[in-house]
């Protein structure tokens, strides 16, 4: 599938990174390293989501340097070299050149001199920016060149006098999502709503978990995903109230719920979709009670994320109407706020509402400003997703209610008026999700 997202966004980002940088300093990123599965069998590359943001270049060994104010180019790669014999193993390479023309860098060179030409760019530069701890191996290189500098003060260098983290000025751009970022991240809502309608209507037919996870796969990559932006969760019964089950194992029995939190990763841009249903296509009482309590409380977040509230709003409101729910049902004793006083609540409903979402499925950016909530803006992206999980050897309640587990989770973006969702496209009330298996 092509890359939707043009060369020109990229370089705008490098600017707007140089721009927030101190004056007469260097930025150093490296791409993801290669890693091994086993013996001589590799996993699949990712690239690394802020090298991935920065340059859009897909491949390992490869290394990113912004210099500003740099004579001949401020935007500096370096790649691997074309090689027609290893080409013909592995497959196609841009290098060098290929990376000025297809990816606008200003400069490029061949990653196997990098240790002689990148020291002499940190040279007489006053502050180096790097993603310190990210990749031991990488660290030990950039204190090597810094030795190099260091060694040569006698004859006239000038090392830089700070280190720098360079997350702390990327994390704050990549949290606010452009629009065509929000166009590849919508398309990619849209992958995973139709995988999940696909595994609500194979679910009839009983199995296995996997045969679920199989649908979610299948569809994933049908439309042009060609990976998951985590580990399916696909749990049958009781399983679904494990938070990060993947076992996926299970047979899938009738009079059970199963939910599935799964989504694809398109254009190394994460989907994130929750839903919760019944194998036999039917909801139980007490299965549509529960699920009733927690639509309502996704309703309420949702409304609740809009620009000027701030972070915790969506997960308070939702709170309060789970918390309410349980009382209402039985499951919980005495007031709606001595229970959110005491944290009653906690044994059924124990995680957040939501999270940023974008190159990474819990993506980078802070939740709070100082000790403030974050307010929300436009272009911030995150998930909505309350839960309530009923143990099943929760014996403080009543059979009936013990291992259902149901959590309901969908996409947003801030806009100017509130959010758009971006994951509507696979039901979630009662009727609907119903009526889709029935179908």
């Known amino acids: ?8 966004e990229f370089a705008e980002r490098r600017r707007k990174l140089m721009d927030r940088m101190a004056p007469d300093s260097i930025a150093i990123l490296p791409a ?18 802020d090298f991935q943001y920065l340059t859009g270049f897909g491949e390992p060994e490869a290394v990113l340097a912004l210099i500003p104010g740099r004579e001949h180019g401020e935007a500096v790669l370096f790649c691997k070299e074309r090689n027609p014999e290893k080409e013909l193993w592995d497959g196609f390479l841009v290098g060098p050149e290929g990376a000025i023309e297809r990816y606008g860098f200003d400069d490029a060179f061949p990653i196997a001199d ?11 530069r006053s502050r180096v920016y790097y993603p310190l701890g990210k990749d031991p191996a990488f660290d030990n290189r950039v204190m090597d060149w810094l030795k190099v500098i260091r060694s040569k003060v006698r004859s006239g260098a000038h090392p830089p006098g700070e280190l720098v983290a360079l997350e702390h000025l990327l994390h704050d751009m990549r949290l606010y999502k452009s629009a065509a970022e929000i166009k590849v991240m919508a398309k990619a809502g849209q992958i995973s709503a139709e995988a999940h309608c696909r595994a609500m209507k194979r679910a009839r037919q009983g199995g296995y978990e996997y045969n679920l996870e199989a649908e979610l796969i299948h569809t994933f990559m049908e439309y042009g995903a060609r990976s998951t932006a985590y580990p399916s969760i696909v749990g049958g019964g009781a399983n679904g109230c494990i938070l990060h089950y993947i076992e996926n194992a299970a047979p899938l029995k009738d009079g059970d719920l199963v939910l599935i939190d799964a989504g ?4 190394c841009y994460a989907s994130d979709i929750t839903r919760t249903f019944p194998v036999s296509g039917k909801f139980s009482p007490e299965q549509k009670a529960l699920y009733e309590v927690v639509l309502a409380a996704q309703y309420a977040a949702i409304d609740a994320v809009k620009p000027d509230n701030h972070w915790n709003q969506p997960h ?10 349980l009382i209402d049902l039985g499951l919980l004793a005495g007031t709606l706020d001595d229970a959110l006083a005491n944290e009653s609540y906690k044994p059924f409903f124990m995680h957040r509402t939501g999270h940023w979402l974008g190159l990474d499925v819990h993506d980078v950016g802070d939740y709070k400003v100082g000790d403030a909530w974050r307010v929300l803006e436009p272009g911030m992206a995150l998930t909505v997703e309350p839960g309530l999980y009923i143990a099943p050897d929760n014996t403080d309640v009543e059979p ?3 291992g259902i587990g149901i959590r309901i989770e969908d996409d947003v973006v801030v ?25």
Do not use: Y
Request: proline share 6%.
């Open 1 to 8: 599938m092509a890359v939707t997202i043009p060369v020109k």
């Open 32 to 49: 993801a390293p290669e890693r091994v599965r086993n013996r001589d069998v590799l996993h699949p590359f990712r690239q690394d989501s």
């Open 114 to 124: 990098i240790d002689d030409i990148l020291p002499g760019m940190i040279e007489g």
């Open 264 to 267: 694809c990763e398109l254009e």
């Open 316 to 325: 308070e409101a939702a709170l309060r109407v789970l918390t309410q729910g």
């Open 400 to 402: 009936r209610w013990r």
């Open 415 to 439: 806009t100017k008026e509130g959010c758009r969702n971006l994951t509507e496209g696979v039901p979630k009330t009662i009727a609907d999700i119903e009526a889709l298996m029935a179908d």
